[in-house]
């Protein structure tokens, strides 16, 4: 008789095997010098995987199995997700999306399980504050810098963290704004 939670087990059951998945393909992946793009749907089943470059990956396939499912991805070179990586999202209508890097694992989703009407302003108010987060990190290079000529030698490097430290500060204070959640947590237990 009873069985009146059958559905809330199930669901719960499901989101676990999602959680492992999620898990298990962000650690395979994290460490890759080119990027790996995969689909996990809501039972946790790799729907879809394909290998990009170093610095990007993209495949209409899997973009559009990425409707109401997870898509993950990651970045070799450390940082948060791009403009681009937003307006995937977006365009893709994911449940959710994450990208893993060495130190830290990413998460965007819509508040709620729905894209808001309006997210497209979203990607573009970030796409904006990207480009001006980019300018003021190459500044504020040249202001270290500047009676320290040594430091050149780490222009990209140094500018590249600046930037994505800018780029993580807006979107913690502004994809609520906009009907989204975003999360960066550290990598548990990894040397350095």
């Given at each position: 008789?009873?069985?009146?939670?059958?559905?809330?087990?199930?669901?719960?059951?499901?989101?676990?095997?999602?959680?492992?998945?999620?898990?298990?393909?962000?650690?395979?992946?994290?460490?890759?010098?080119?990027?790996?793009?995969?689909?996990?749907?809501?039972?946790?089943?790799?729907?879809?995987?394909?290998?990009?470059?170093?610095?990007?990956?993209?495949?209409?396939?899997?973009?559009?199995?990425?409707?109401?499912?997870?898509?993950?991805?990651?970045?070799?070179?450390?940082?948060?997700?791009?403009?681009?990586?937003?307006?995937?999202?977006?365009?893709?209508?994911?449940?959710?999306?994450?990208?893993?890097s060495?130190?830290?694992?990413?998460?965007?989703?819509?508040?709620?399980?729905?894209?808001?009407?309006?997210?497209?302003?979203?990607?573009?108010?970030?796409?904006?504050?990207?480009?001006r987060?980019?300018?003021?990190?190459?500044?504020?290079?040249?202001?270290q810098?500047?009676?320290?000529?040594?430091?050149?030698?780490?222009?990209?490097?140094?500018v590249?963290?600046?930037?994505?430290?800018?780029?993580?500060?807006?979107?913690?204070?502004?994809?609520?704004?906009?009907?989204?959640?975003?999360?960066?947590?550290?990598?548990?237990?990894?040397?350095?």
């Amino acid at each position: 008789m009873g069985g009146g939670n059958s559905n809330f087990d199930k669901n719960a059951h499901e989101g676990k095997l999602m959680r492992e998945t999620i898990k298990k393909q962000g650690n395979k992946i994290r460490n890759q010098d080119f990027e790996t793009l995969c689909v996990i749907d809501r039972y946790g089943d790799i729907v879809g995987e394909v290998d990009g470059s170093g610095h990007s990956v993209r495949s209409d396939e899997l973009d559009e199995l990425a409707r109401g499912n997870i898509e993950m991805h990651n970045h070799p070179n450390e940082g948060t997700f791009s403009p681009s990586d937003v307006l995937k999202h977006i365009e893709n209508g994911s449940l959710e999306t994450h990208v893993v890097s060495r130190s830290w694992n990413y998460l965007i989703r819509p508040k709620g399980g729905r894209h808001p009407e309006y997210g497209l302003r979203f990607y573009q108010a970030y796409r904006e504050a990207d480009d001006r987060l980019h300018k003021k990190a190459e500044m504020d290079f040249i202001m270290q810098a500047k009676d320290n000529p040594e430091m050149w030698s780490q222009y990209d490097k140094w500018v590249l963290k600046r930037w994505d430290d800018y780029c993580h500060e807006w979107l913690q204070n502004n994809a609520s704004k906009y009907g989204y959640e975003y999360r960066r947590t550290s990598v548990k237990g990894r040397k350095k």
